[in-house]
């Protein structure tokens, strides 16, 4: 899985807590959350919780 997100995305983690001001203006309700971004910056996908590693690259792959 680890390959799969460093091949196709730039995976960046924030630990919310830390940065509330994030959290608020992204609208982040629960975590985790993965949010996926286009290159300008736009939010494309968001899914929220726990995934087996099959089910997040599902998510990745709605995502691309």
């Known amino acids: 899985m680890a390959a799969t997100l460093?091949?196709?995305?730039?995976p960046v983690r924030l630990e919310g807590r830390s940065h509330m001001h994030l959290v608020q203006k992204m609208g982040v309700r629960g975590a985790p959350t993965t949010l996926i971004f286009t290159p300008e910056g736009q939010e494309k996908h968001r899914f929220v919780g726990f995934h087996s590693p099959e089910d997040y690259l599902r998510e990745l792959d709605t995502a691309a």
């Not at 460093?6 to 730039?10: A, E, I």
């Open 6 to 10: 460093n091949d196709r995305f730039v």
